[in-house]
């Protein structure tokens, strides 16, 4: 069956705009994740949404990031006013049930986000 | 929450078995380990987890110590294609247990 898939792959832009990162989960799975990784770290942690809630966003850095899922499945990442700093590979995972900690989660490809 | 400690780096021959280590002395009685890698330009991808008793699957095995401080993920037969960066993740049922602290994990090179 298809996997996670994140779209575009690649974004670049310039300081100070704005830019939406698209999480497509696999079908039916009630959680997803969104993490952030910068070159030579391992993934960090930003949101996670439990259905159509956010049940945890405390990795979010600032107020220039948000993220809904209105209908459950979808998500978007959206940054405002993109600063040189935020250029990451933005992960998205997602898993079937609530998060528990036997759960496996299952990643998409990532978008490489370049801000110049 | 409970840290783990893995070499930074590791190497090995293709076609031989590799013992990743991790050290977790913090782990609580309800942590669960895991184990995810990372091939180049790749999202993470799960590899196994384990509570307390040894688990084998498809892809690799881990041994889990007596006392729970430390497990090591065993590939039975190094291939070119395992060559990643090799999380070792305790996971809790707090309120964060559901994110993975990846770490900086251990990057494993195959060399033919």
């Known amino acids: 069956g298809a996997g996670v898939s994140q779209t575009p792959s690649n974004k670049v832009t310039e300081k100070g705009k704005y830019v939406e990162l698209r999480c497509d989960p696999i079908s039916g799975h009630t959680a997803l994740y969104w993490y952030r990784q910068s070159l030579g770290q391992g993934p960090e942690f930003l949101i996670y949404f439990q259905g159509t809630g956010a049940a945890d966003d405390s990795g979010l850095p600032n107020d220039r990031f948000f993220a809904v899922r209105p209908e459950g499945s979808v998500s978007t990442l959206k940054i405002q006013r993109t600063e040189r700093g935020d250029s990451a590979v933005y992960l998205c995972a997602s898993s079937p049930t609530s998060g528990h900690r036997g759960d496996t989660q299952y990643f998409g490809p990532g978008t490489r986000l370049t801000v110049l | 929450d409970a840290k783990t400690t893995q070499p930074n780096s590791m190497e090995s021959n293709e076609e031989e078995p590799v013992h990743l280590p991790c050290n977790h002395s913090?782990?609580?009685?309800?942590?669960?380990i895991h184990w995810y890698r990372q091939l180049p330009s790749q999202g993470p991808e799960y590899v196994i987890h384990?509570?307390?008793s040894n688990v084998n699957n498809r892809m690799a095995s881990l041994a889990i110590a007596e006392d729970r401080k430390s497990s090591t993920l065993i590939l039975h037969r190094a291939t070119l294609r395992d060559a990643a960066v090799y999380y070792c993740?305790?996971?809790?049922?707090?309120?964060?247990?559901?994110?993975?602290?990846f770490g900086k994990g251990t990057s494993l090179l195959v060399t033919p």
């Open positions: 993740i305790l996971r809790d049922d707090s309120n964060s247990g559901y994110a993975l602290n």
């Open positions: 384990g509570l307390t």
């Open positions: 913090t782990i609580s009685g309800t942590d669960y």
